[in-house]
């Protein structure tokens, strides 16, 4: 692995490895934020080990997710501006719920995140997955709505959703050639989920490769 690491806001190397890496968890598709609770029963290792840093070979995890009470509104949303410009590296982008189709209906939109501060419009959960996918060191799709589409992606739904693995394609690979990590269930099986994405906390410490 190189012996650099990339700033957390922007992409100048520096010289010693990251103390902190965002995780920019979306709970805006189409579920029921089943996977997030869950994952407060996760023992191995518990969601506190991670955030926390106290495993001392992993940076700090800043997770940035709704159900997160310190931060809120424009500052909530700061980070994911920041990683949608590419100037927020390295991060991981985890997405829950399913993903709707915003092609199938002439106005309105299924699912947002924020609004768009220049047309006062609604950021839809595609535009952010569209903006932010190509730029995260690893994706990762929670709970079987993510993974498959969920119950939401039975026919005759009309939001014609999907996984994510179905929207953005399942040959896709981030930009560290990572294949999206889909980790099923209904809700997920925490200490499951939490076994990958310890895994991938302990790869950013060094540059992406």
């Known amino acids: 692995m190189p012996d650099t690491a990339q700033s957390r806001e922007g992409n100048t190397p520096v010289s010693q490895p990251i103390?902190?890496?965002?995780?920019?968890?979306?709970?805006?598709?189409?579920?029921?934020?089943?996977?997030?609770?869950?994952?407060t029963a996760a023992t191995q290792p518990s969601i506190e080990d991670i955030v926390l840093g106290a495993m001392p070979w992993i940076p700090k995890s800043i997770c940035i997710i709704l159900f997160s009470p310190w931060r809120n509104g424009d500052d909530f949303l700061k980070p994911f501006h920041l990683a949608a410009a590419g100037n927020l590296s390295p991060f991981i982008l985890v997405v829950e719920g399913s993903i709707p189709n915003e092609n199938n209906?002439?106005?309105?939109?299924?699912?947002?995140?924020?609004?768009?501060?220049?047309?006062?419009?609604?950021?839809?959960?595609?535009?952010?997955i569209d903006r932010l996918a190509p730029r995260a060191w690893a994706v990762l799709a929670a709970g079987t709505c993510a993974t498959y589409g969920g119950i939401h992606a039975m026919e005759g739904n009309p939001t014609g959703c999907m996984g994510l693995p179905d929207y953005l394609g399942w040959q896709w690979k981030s930009m560290a050639n990572i294949p999206i990590v889909c980790v099923p269930g209904c809700p997920v099986q925490p200490d499951n989920f939490m076994e990958r994405f310890f895994t991938f906390c302990t790869w950013p410490p060094v540059a992406p490769p």
């Open 19 to 39: 103390p902190e890496i965002d995780i920019l968890w979306i709970t805006a598709g189409l579920g029921c934020d089943g996977d997030t609770i869950a994952m």
């Open 105 to 128: 209906k002439q106005e309105g939109y299924w699912a947002s995140l924020g609004t768009n501060q220049e047309t006062g419009q609604p950021i839809t959960t595609c535009e952010w």
